[in-house]
């Protein structure tokens, strides 16, 4: 990679230095070429030349040689975005989005000012308002379940209440793990050990059949609900570590300087030691919410239908959209949704890095 | 000024509240309190609940009888065996499956990072597309693709494909199995375990040699050699008791030779390129981390390309490379619970599952689960804490 920069030579001195450097690497380039021909002229063959456009059910697609079955997706698309959420009342969803971006977007744009009060609009205002949105049973709005949540909808949801809820925990767990109270250290470093030393899956399984055996016999929790708990727990043995680093980062003068001040431990970390840490791990930050939505979709192991589970349900359980290449072009859909949300995130991570680098260097 | 002196005497008999040492051991004395009553409610409503629903507790069941069956095992298992056993059939097909599946990635992986670090440019592209794509996708979703997509989509049995003498169709692959005829495979345990020993002889042997005289010895080579020369010398010594069971097409199915699940198949492929290319971001920043320097000190010695990567640069790179790598090595075992999702019957899918729904001990089973996991970790992080300590930059 350092021989690309070729300010001296031409293009052709640049592929022959590149490419074709030795007869090894000639036949590496070839056989790469090759590969890349093929795969690309598969994928376009299956995804455009020989893809189903239309049609009204899967018999469209049952022909030799089909390539994707575009019309399961197109058909399917409310369900696939909304879950079972009732059509006319779709529009809630949307109003939620679009009440959350306009406090996202000139959150995530450095220059744009008044970031607190952004922060607690989205933090304070928006989860109430957003809510009561799309649950509805205030008059004007009529009650929906959350058993017809679902979709890419309910893996927004989810990973985005468990981020939010695992903060908070995040921060006391890292404050404890740091902590010069033994105790306080001691359980803090169990919970994080033990919930970072077994997968999700059980954490899952805890939350829907453990928890309900932990509370008082009249107390019932909605499956949502238990599957939020369970993941916010998980996320937030992971956030802490990302803070912890963010913690130790801090040099001790700034510690010191605010014991000399006289400020209160609450003063001190409030004030002058988290603000600084948690800027310093954002991008570590944004890197735990990618893990997250990416593993939102073992909800479904617990029989709840984010993005992956209603397709996967639509793709094995019915009958009218059978046909040889629908699993596929529902695998395609979903694996485009996440790669597109995962992908756009990690960019901006890896952008906020830079920034935050660029900034140490003055 | 009296009055002055008593609000005076008042603040300092409040001073010990303001003593950082009184406030922590009140906070900490809370905590314990708070987690004690969580502790005594939990498990009095659990108790309460289990009552009120009838269900059992404790670990009796261990020893009751499974009565299910169980695709695949190591180990033998017949559903009249006890649920005990199931747990050990599922453990060791977790065991199993990260097993290879952590050798299988390391090896892609480590390709994949040296692919992108590569002189060659469409190499190096090709590689970052791989990660890119692959580590943004859920790993659950690509498991289905492989099990729906891939190995449920192979032809049926009557129409499997021939490679070779394997066999492949929608119930797997068959391989022919190597049955060996009489007593002997503790001779070749044996074999193996002198080779073992020998090899390792012979690499202390070559490394002090290296050290006083300079002169090197391929003590690599000659250990891989012997491992597999002497059980095969013992074979052959034995006369080859080596038959192969062949699969045969029955009636329905295949019979016979050794029949590896399409599940197995769907989450090892799963597991191995999802956490490949993790590694492969592992050792490419492992391998940037060098610096410079290194690698132009060595050629300046006089070090030709491959040993400047093999004496300089590898060794120094495996100092970042491998933490993080047992992480991944973690993460791979732990996602390996995802096996209940495609139906490979590992721990989560047999005793999480299946156990669970039989019995309805809750409480019992997921802690066993969660307790397996747990002390996987452990380990882990404690041959790692060693390791650490070993390879840790020896400064003066």
């Known amino acids: ?362 | 000024m009296a009055d002055m002196r008593s609000r005076m005497q008042a603040v300092r008999s409040l001073d010990w509240l303001y003593d950082p040492k009184t406030r922590g051991l009140i906070f900490q004395v809370a905590l314990v309190l708070a987690l004690l009553i969580l502790g005594y409610e939990i498990v009095t409503n659990t108790a309460e609940n289990l009552k009120k629903q009838n269900l059992a507790s404790g670990f009796g069941f261990l020893g009751k009888t499974a009565s299910f069956d169980i695709s695949q095992t190591l180990i033998e298992y017949r559903s009249t065996m006890s649920y005990g056993r199931a747990f050990f059939v599922g453990l060791l097909n977790t065991l199993l499956v990260s097993a290879l599946g952590i050798v299988l990635a390391t090896l892609l992986g480590f390709a994949i990072g040296l692919g992108r670090l590569s002189q060659n440019f469409i190499v190096a592209r090709l590689s970052t597309a791989y990660v890119e794509v692959v580590r943004n996708v859920p790993l659950l979703l690509q498991l289905f693709v492989w099990y729906v997509g891939v190995l449920r989509a192979m032809p049926m049995p009557q129409q499997s494909l021939a490679l070779g003498p394997a066999h492949i169709d929608v119930r797997g692959v068959h391989l022919p199995r190597a049955m060996l005829q009489g007593d002997v495979g503790w001779i070749l345990v044996v074999a193996l375990l002198c080779g073992l020993a020998w090899a390792l002889v012979l690499a202390r042997w070559a490394r002090r040699r290296q050290i006083e005289t300079g002169q090197t010895f391929p003590a690599a080579a000659a250990g891989l050699g012997l491992l597999t020369g002497l059980p095969l010398l013992a074979l052959v010594l034995l006369g080859m008791p080596v038959g192969l069971d062949y699969p045969h097409l029955g009636r329905y199915n295949f019979e016979g030779g050794l029949t590896i699940e399409p599940e197995f198949l769907a989450l090892l492929a799963g597991l191995t390129f999802y956490t490949a290319a993790f590694i492969a971001e592992i050792v490419r920043s492992g391998i940037e981390a060098v610096p410079r320097g290194q690698k132009e000190a060595a050629a300046a010695l006089g070090l030709r390309p491959w040993q400047v990567q093999r004496l300089v640069v590898i060794p120094q790179a495996m100092r970042v490379i491998i933490p993080p790598l047992t992480n991944q090595y973690l993460n791979l075992t732990k996602n390996s619970s995802l096996a209940v999702a495609i139906g490979y019957p590992d721990l989560v899918s047999v005793f999480a599952g299946t156990v669970l729904n039989q019995t309805n001990q809750a409480v019992e089973v997921i802690l066993i689960t969660m307790g397996v996991y747990l002390a996987i970790s452990l380990a882990t992080a404690l041959a790692m804490n060693w390791f650490n300590a070993r390879m840790a930059l020896v400064e003066r």
């Open chain 1, 1 to 362: 990679m350092a021989t690309r920069h070729h300010s001296h030579g031409t293009h052709v001195d640049w592929v022959k230095a590149n490419l074709f450097s030795s007869w090894g690497n000639a036949a590496l380039t070839l056989l790469s070429l090759a590969a890349i021909a093929v795969l690309f002229w598969q994928a376009l063959d299956w995804a455009l030349l020989s893809a189903v456009l239309t049609g009204k059910d899967g018999s469209a697609c049952v022909k030799p040689g089909a390539g994707a079955c575009w019309p399961f997706i197109t058909h399917k698309l409310g369900l696939f975005m909304y879950g079972r959420y009732p059509a006319p009342e779709r529009w809630r969803i949307d109003l939620t989005y679009a009440l959350a971006l306009a406090g996202l977007v000139p959150l995530m744009i450095p220059r744009v000012p008044g970031k607190l009060w952004l922060s607690l609009y989205l933090l304070g205002a928006f989860p109430l308002i957003g809510f009561l949105l799309v649950r509805g049973g205030v008059p004007g709005l009529p009650y929906v379940p959350t058993e017809l949540w679902g979709g890419l909808f309910l893996t927004l949801v989810v990973a985005s209440v468990g981020i939010t809820a695992s903060f908070p925990i995040g921060i006391l767990l890292a404050l404890g793990r740091r902590s010069e109270l033994p105790i306080v250290r001691w359980a803090s470093i169990a919970f994080i050990e033990f919930v970072r030393g077994v997968p999700l899956v059980t954490v899952l399984f805890m939350s829907s059949v453990m928890l309900p055996l932990f509370l008082p016999p009249d107390v019932t929790f909605d499956k949502l609900l238990r599957a939020l708990i369970g993941v916010a727990l998980f996320s937030a043995a992971y956030l802490a570590e990302v803070i912890r680093g963010g913690l130790q980062a801090i040099p001790r003068g700034q510690y010191e300087a605010a014991d000399a001040l006289g400020l209160s431990y609450a003063q001190k970390m409030g004030f002058i030691v988290l603000p600084q840490a948690v800027k310093l791990v954002i991008p570590g930050i944004v890197n735990s919410f990618i893990s997250l939505f990416k593993d939102t979709s073992l909800v479904l192991i617990i029989g709840l239908f984010d993005l992956l589970g209603i397709v996967q349900q639509s793709i094995s359980a019915d009958a009218k959209w059978f046909s040889p290449q629908t699993a596929a072009t529902g695998y395609v859909f979903a694996g485009a949704v996440f790669w597109i949300f995962c992908f756009g995130m990690s960019r901006y991570s890896a952008f906020l890095e830079r920034l935050l680098a660029g900034g140490d260097k003055r």
